[in-house]
Structures are given as structure tokens and as C-alpha cells.
């Protein structure tokens, strides 16, 4: 009887799965576009974990390579693409010098078109996934999989730019701000 659970466990935690994906990548959205306050910890802590994801995801994409054809290629041309499009994406978003502090708005359009380009690269690899399974071809799938590199790189790339300038912002907030202080010291 017990053995009869595990298909059970399995279908369910299937269906979980399907059903929060969607509820997932709305998240994903929803706090993409949110205004939040740059935290000098916070920043340079993001800035050091995406550049250890990049290192991390480039030891992965060539360890892949050998089961995936071109993993770091792929992964190259990904973050090829999503170096400058972090640059775009920073100069799209709204940047608020307070006195509490920096604020910063990004680009919900960036947001949007990073989330569907998630949600497309889960629906593709799904499709493929099927496909595979019912065309019986189990081991014909994993060598098509570069696509996954690419998407990585892309994301990747966007956020390493992304973080490091708005940590570079931030250190010009707190700069002007001590000028600030300091001349107010002064006159």
C-alpha cells in the first residue's frame, strides 16, 4: 500500500509545481518594477554574488560542454547580449536622491521583457520535454539544451551591470551627501 503512495506524491507534486510557476514569474514580475531603497550592504553584497554566479555559471557551462554541444559558447553569447542590455536597463531606471537615502525605480518594461523571456524559455524547455518523451528520443534532448546557457548569460549579464551600477550610484549619492554635510559644516 505504501509503494501505491509514491505515483500519488509524485502527480501532486507535479501539479504544485504547474501552479506555481505562474505564481512565481507574477512575483518575479511584481518586484522587478518595485521601488526599493539602495542599501550600501545589500548593493555591494548583490554586486559580489553576481559576479560569483558569473564565475560559477561559466565553471558549469564549460563542465556542461560536454554533454551539451557549445554550453559555453552559448553561455558567451548570452552574456555578450545582456551586458548592454544591463547598461540599457540602468539608464531606463528612475533613480530619487532623498534624504534618507537612494531610491530607485527599474524599468517595468525590463521587467516585463525579462520575465516573458523566463516564462518562454520554461514553455520551450516543457515543449521539448514533451516532445522527447513522446517521440521516445531519450537521449537526443540534452545536446539542444545551449538555449538555457544562452537565457543564463543574458540574465546574468544584465545583472552584473545592473548591480554594479547601481552600486556605483549609490557611493556618488553618499559622496555628494558628505559634500553636502561638509559644507554645511563650513558656511
Known amino acids: 500500500m505504501p509503494l501505491l503512495l509514491i505515483p500519488l506524491a509524485v502527480l501532486a ?6 501552479l506555481l510557476i505562474p505564481i512565481g514569474l507574477i512575483q518575479r514580475y511584481r518586484y522587478g518594477k518595485a521601488r526599493r531603497r539602495a542599501l550600501g550592504w545589500a548593493v555591494s553584497l548583490g554586486a559580489a554574488l553576481s559576479l560569483l554566479s558569473l564565475l560559477l ?18 553561455a558567451g553569447a548570452g552574456l555578450l547580449i545582456g551586458l548592454p542590455l544591463g547598461a540599457l536597463g540602468l539608464a531606463a531606471t528612475r533613480f530619487e536622491d532623498e534624504a534618507k537615502g537612494l531610491y530607485y525605480t527599474p524599468s517595468r518594461w525590463f521587467a516585463l521583457g525579462l520575465t516573458l523571456l523566463i516564462a518562454a524559455r520554461l514553455g520551450y524547455g516543457l515543449w521539448q ?17 545551449g538555449g538555457l546557457f544562452a ?34 559644516d563650513i558656511g
Not at 555559471?57 to 552559448?74: E, M, Q, R
Not at 514533451?130 to 531519450?138: D, G, I, N, R, V
Open 13 to 18: 507534486l507535479a501539479l504544485l509545481w504547474a
Open 57 to 74: 555559471f561559466f565553471a558549469g557551462a564549460w563542465v556542461s560542454g560536454h554533454w551539451v554541444a557549445d554550453a559555453p559558447l552559448y
Open 151 to 184: 537565457v543564463g548569460g543574458l540574465l546574468l549579464g544584465y545583472y552584473v551591470v545592473y548591480t554594479l551600477g547601481v552600486r556605483r550610484r549609490l557611493r556618488r549619492h553618499r559622496r555628494l551627501r558628505e559634500h553636502a554635510a561638509q559644507s554645511a
Open 129 to 145: 520535454g514533451l516532445h522527447a518523451w513522446s517521440a521516445q528520443a531519450h537521449g537526443s534532448w540534452l545536446p539542444q539544451q
